[in-house]
């Protein structure tokens, strides 16, 4: 069946640091994939997305890139701020079924 | 738009009481969701519709818990009799139809329960 595992969280970086939030999903057929944030006391919103094979979406800086070979879309960002500290959440869609990963907590010190 | 609108935000009550939450969707979007979020379990899927109609409920936790969609622009989760382990946020979503299924979800602020 469609699955989507995401690296366990939380991560904690410092600001302006490199950040990548590994993500691997398991399909049948060609599924559209999406990152989703959640802000604190919030609900979760599309961050970016990407409907087809090497596609890359992004958004405020973040940028995930659709990997047909190594089934992946994951998250990443040059210079991280504090204001980006939530928690993400990888997901696919295929069809009416959209399968969320269990989201990764991101914690952005100054 | 306003974005998908919930009510209330937060609901405190006391075991065995009945709580009804609240979603308008955005206009124009014919699925909606119901998901429960806590620490342990994540993000749970508890009903769809489509058009108005139940489509998938499997995720619904027992038969205390009820959903309904009487017109495009409302929605009712229902929970009778509530426990405390039925407390955490209950979000809503809605979403336009794509290509025949679901593309992307737009999440209301959600209703954060507590059962005392």
């Known amino acids: 069946g469609n699955s989507v595992t995401q690296m366990e969280g939380p991560v904690t970086l410092s600001e302006e640091a490199f950040l990548t939030i590994n993500c691997t999903y398991t399909a049948t057929g060609y599924p559209s994939l999406f990152w989703y944030v959640q802000y604190p006391g919030e609900g979760l919103q599309l961050l970016l997305k990407a409907t087809k094979a090497d596609d890359k979406g992004s958004n405020k800086g973040f940028e995930a890139t659709y990997r047909k070979e190594t089934t992946s879309f994951h998250l990443e960002k040059g210079s991280v701020q504090v204001s980006d500290s939530a928690v993400y959440f990888c997901a696919l869609t295929f069809n009416y079924q959209l399968i969320w990963g269990a989201g990764t907590k991101l914690i952005i010190k100054p | 738009d306003a974005g998908v609108i919930q009510s209330p935000r937060h609901e405190v009550t006391e075991m065995g009481q009945e709580v009804t939450l609240r979603c308008k969707p955005i206009?124009?979007?014919?699925?909606l969701f119901w998901y429960r979020q806590t620490m342990m379990r994540g993000l749970e899927l508890l009903i769809y519709f489509n058009n108005n109609v139940p489509i998938d409920d499997s995720g619904m936790p027992e038969d205390r818990f009820s959903a309904k969609m009487p017109n495009a622009s409302f929605s009712t989760l229902k929970i009778q009799p509530s426990e405390p382990r039925d407390s955490a946020v209950y979000f809503c979503?809605?979403?336009?139809?794509?290509?025949?299924?679901?593309?992307?979800?737009?999440f209301g602020s959600g209703t954060q329960l507590s059962v005392l």
């Open positions: 979503a809605s979403s336009p139809p794509y290509r025949g299924g679901v593309e992307k979800l737009f």
């Open positions: 206009s124009g979007h014919d699925y």
